[in-house]
């Protein structure tokens, strides 16, 4: 009597879990180089996509990051591939072309952007990249799968909203704080300090250490200056690559009471972008506000 049941129960759930596997086959399977582009995926393409992000633990340099052949399999079986460009992830370019694929589709932030190699390659800190992948992301969703056009629509105008709020309190700093100067240990947060209205101080400095180059001493010389003598009121430093060099800046940072404050290249776990953004914006303009008062 339990082996009819059980196969009554079965034959009758038979077509909600064949509609179940064929819900789950149907995804569009979406590749990010990093998982900030990930997560501009899952935002967009809501239940309607499977998003892998092949860069997502910000306790590791990602300038280390050697491919494998997992990684080369979810880039061949994707349909959509979300990528920085510009320098940043050359790996990718070249899982690209080493599995052809005519129905695949890449977007690369910098090509949205019109940035190329030798520019500063950590886009997704310039606030218009990541709209741009939103929206190039989005209609691209809108073509390959029209039944579900609405949900995409809906989405990016929702995505949209919470970055404009974003860009609201990036203003708001702006507009109090414009024209403070604020050095770095690497370019990382470059474009967002620029929108913050910052003045970029040792900028040649920054350069060099992001090609894995030696500053000159001159260039040494003047970043401890500016930390010495009130010039910089703000170091920012990639928290996920330190080193001695670093370490000593640092000190010296604290030494003079100027304000650190750590950035990441890849998006912390258990954040989305807007957390993640807002968090960073918000700890320059407390640290900002704590020097005034």
Request: charged fraction near 25%.
């Given at each position: 009597m339990r082996s009819l049941l059980f196969a009554a129960v079965m034959l009758a759930a038979a077509p909600f879990l064949s509609a179940g596997n064929a819900l789950a086959a149907e995804r569009i399977a979406v590749v990010a180089a990093e998982n900030f582009y990930g997560d501009v995926a899952r935002q967009i393409g809501g239940d309607h996509v499977a998003v892998t992000s092949i860069l997502s633990n910000p306790d590791e340099d990602p300038h280390l990051f050697e491919t494998s052949p997992s990684t080369a399999r979810a880039v061949a079986d994707a349909g959509i591939v979300i990528y920085n460009g510009a320098g940043y992830d050359p790996w990718m370019d070249k899982l690209v072309s080493a599995s052809s694929a005519p129905s695949r589709t890449a977007i690369v932030a910098a090509a949205l952007t019109g940035r190329k190699s030798g520019d500063n390659p950590h886009l997704w800190y310039d606030p218009a990249t990541l709209?741009?992948?939103?929206?190039?992301?989005?209609?691209?969703?809108?073509?390959?799968?029209?039944?579900?056009?609405?949900?995409?629509?809906?989405?990016?105008?929702?995505?949209?909203?919470?970055?404009?709020?974003?860009?609201?309190?990036?203003?708001?700093?702006?507009?109090?704080?414009?024209?403070?100067?604020?050095?770095?240990?690497?370019?990382?947060?470059?474009?967002?300090?620029?929108?913050?209205?910052?003045?970029?101080?040792?900028?040649?400095?920054?350069?060099a250490v992001m090609n894995d180059a030696e500053p000159t001493p001159k260039q040494v010389i003047a970043f401890e200056k500016s930390l010495k003598d009130g010039s910089a009121k703000i170091l920012f430093y990639n928290s996920q690559v330190t080193d001695q060099a670093t370490e000593r800046l640092l000190g010296i940072a604290r030494e003079n009471k100027v304000s650190v404050i750590g950035v990441t290249e890849t998006m912390p776990a258990g954040q989305i972008l807007q957390t993640w953004f807002a968090g960073q914006v918000g700890a320059v303009e407390k640290a900002l506000a704590a020097r005034t008062q």
């Open positions: 709209p741009a992948v939103a929206k190039a992301l989005a209609g691209e969703l809108v073509w390959r799968d029209p039944e579900n056009a609405a949900d995409y629509k809906a989405n990016l105008a929702t995505f949209t909203l919470s970055m404009e709020k974003i860009g609201k309190e990036i203003a708001n700093v702006r507009k109090t704080y414009g024209g403070t100067e604020v050095t770095a240990t690497e370019p990382v947060f470059g474009y967002m300090a620029e929108a913050l209205g910052f003045r970029m101080l040792n900028e040649k400095f920054q350069t």
